[in-house]
């Protein structure tokens, strides 16, 4: 059974740092692309970042390029967000998902793609 696990959530001030972690374990994560989304209220949830199974392709949403980076650890079966720079429009409940993947370098954006997510861990920017 798939299961992805969030951590690193927590409060900061506008222009702090945040380092999200998710665990995957009941797969192997070199066969899966893996994704963050997010989740405000009253919103609907959308794509924050992606990385490739073989973790050479990365993907951002505008909203956070060049301040967010996405990492990933097979060896460890764990994927990572840092973000730094943030603002009070980052704050949302930020989810982990795998899509399982055919081709290396291919980083999915569509949520529809993603079979497999976690229970969200919360990022809360203050002004």
């Known amino acids: 059974q798939v299961q992805l696990v969030e951590s690193g959530g927590g409060s900061v001030q506008a222009g702090g740092s945040l380092r999200l972690s998710c665990a995957a374990s009941?797969?192997?994560?070199?066969?899966?692309?893996m994704g963050w989304f997010r989740q405000a209220p009253g919103k609907e949830r959308e794509f924050v970042a992606g990385?490739?199974?073989?973790?050479?392709?990365?993907t951002y949403a505008d909203s956070v390029k060049g301040r967010f980076t996405i990492s990933r650890d097979n060896a460890k079966n764990t994927v990572y967000l840092q973000m730094n720079s943030l603002k009070p429009d980052d704050t949302a409940l930020y989810y982990c998902?795998?899509?399982?993947?055919?081709?290396?370098?291919?980083?999915?954006?569509?949520?529809?793609?993603?079979?497999?997510w976690g229970q969200g861990t919360q990022a809360t920017v203050s002004s």
């Open positions: 998902s795998a899509a399982r993947s055919s081709t290396p370098g291919w980083v999915p954006v569509l949520r529809s793609v993603y079979s497999n």
């Open positions: 990385i490739s199974r073989n973790g050479v392709g990365t």
């Open positions: 009941g797969l192997t994560s070199s066969l899966f692309a």
